[in-house]
């Protein structure tokens, strides 16, 4: 090690990255890219504690074993074992991916292979590599959750993105159990009107399976379909299942 | 009528179009646009003959007498009637809509009330009309269909859409049964990789219903998800099933 290397401080963007699952590929079962080819890296840590979370693992202490430090070329090298030459496009999801920094690192790398990259976050942190990546989803969280929304983090990030140079495609996707959710939605597509808009069914048995689960699901997605098509202030909007959900109920890693 | 109106030859564009059904709001169910709030406009007739076609009403007699003759005006109208002002994007399917000539004065009064226009067909005919809408799906038909793809035409239908001014989305769906299926499907991708590619769940069962319709289909489609994600030859594809299937099985007009 040289001189000036033992004196410079350590380069952030090198931290390693707390990661819970990379696995794939797979299809991404929900959202604008729905049915895509992706692999997924799913990072630990979340600053919300939504009553519903499917990934609860990645905050509630449960999988805290399971979590591991790893360096973007590690999950990179990780992404290839896994997936060889079939894949073109990596999601990012948590947890909340945006309260990693460091991520600038792989989102870079990821880039430089030619993959496409996709990001779910629930829109209250910002992070500059938000901008490099090519799918941005934000879920705000609707009244069911438990939550409350800063929408003034959230204005600022719509903003940012909207106003980035280069090419993404955005949307906002809400899950919706109820009608105060549909509420909440219907307030957020008027706040965001030129933001792509897309509905999704809530999974209420988020771990276990049961027998009717798909067609509970189906059940719940056939209302919000009879919901949406009733609604004047949401003609441009989507509503869509978790595919996933219905193909492998609420297994992980697939 | 005056002199010269009566020597004039009739306006082809003002010929009515044949349709069989006119309905939505409901969601658009499959491809590019999955989810996203639409009415459906279904015309009558087809030149092809798919084994597992689920329109088959359209062209093989059995829903003649529901065949009505109607101006764009009076579709428009009925649009209308049925969705008031809950909606802004009009799927125009059938059978083959690009039969229809006519349908360029339709196109236009949908597009002068602000409506966005989606259409699907196979990519067997030309129509000029097909540079003014918005969503464009063609659709090839794989071997199990027992139909032969006259790759001339599509290659011509495709290089016109994409040289043509203005702005619309495109892409390729194939309806996948089988590996024979698969094998013509990744032909096509290669013939046209700069065109986005859907793979479609076959429904083997399009009419009446049995108890295990969705857990059958849901099983197809987690073996073209599977197949998908094999195969290096199609990175950047999506495998998607029909939600309305899922949701109401084979019944019509939703």
Same mark, same amino acid.
């Given at each position: 090690m040289s001189d000036s290397a033992k004196t410079l401080p350590p380069d952030p963007s090198a931290r390693p990255i707390p990661v819970l699952e990379i696995f794939g590929p797979?299809? +991404?079962?929900?959202?604008?890219?729905?049915g895509r080819k992706t692999m997924f890296v799913r990072t630990a840590g979340c600053d919300y504690r939504c009553s519903?979370? *499917?990934?609860k693992f990645t905050w509630d202490g449960s999988a805290k074993d399971e979590i591991r430090m790893l360096s973007a070329a590690q999950i990179v090298e990780e992404l290839f074992a896994l997936g060889g030459d079939t894949f073109d496009h990596v999601t990012i999801s948590g947890g909340?991916?945006?309260?990693?920094? +460091?991520?600038s690192c792989l989102v870079q790398q990821l880039r430089e292979r030619g993959i496409r990259t996709a990001v779910e976050t629930q829109g209250s942190r910002w992070q500059d590599?938000?901008?490099?990546?090519d799918e941005v989803t934000l879920s705000p969280k609707p009244p069911s959750s438990g939550m409350d929304t800063d929408f003034e983090a959230l204005d600022s990030i719509v903003s940012r993105l909207l106003e980035a140079p280069g090419r993404r495609d955005l949307c906002i996707k809400i899950v919706i159990f109820d009608e105060n959710d549909l509420t909440y939605a219907r307030a957020v597509h008027k706040r965001y009107p030129d933001v792509p808009f897309i509905l999704q069914t809530g999974n209420p048995q988020v771990s276990g399976e049961s027998d009717d689960h798909v067609s509970s699901l189906l059940k719940r997605y056939e209302w919000l379909i009879g919901r949406l098509s009733e609604l004047? *202030?949401?003609?441009d909007a989507r509503a869509l299942p978790q595919l996933h959900t219905l193909v492998w109920g609420n297994k992980r890693g697939v």
């Open positions: 797979t299809i +991404q079962g929900e959202g604008m890219s729905i519903w979370c *499917d990934s909340n991916p945006l309260l990693i920094s +460091q991520m590599w938000l901008v490099r990546i004047p *202030d949401l003609k």
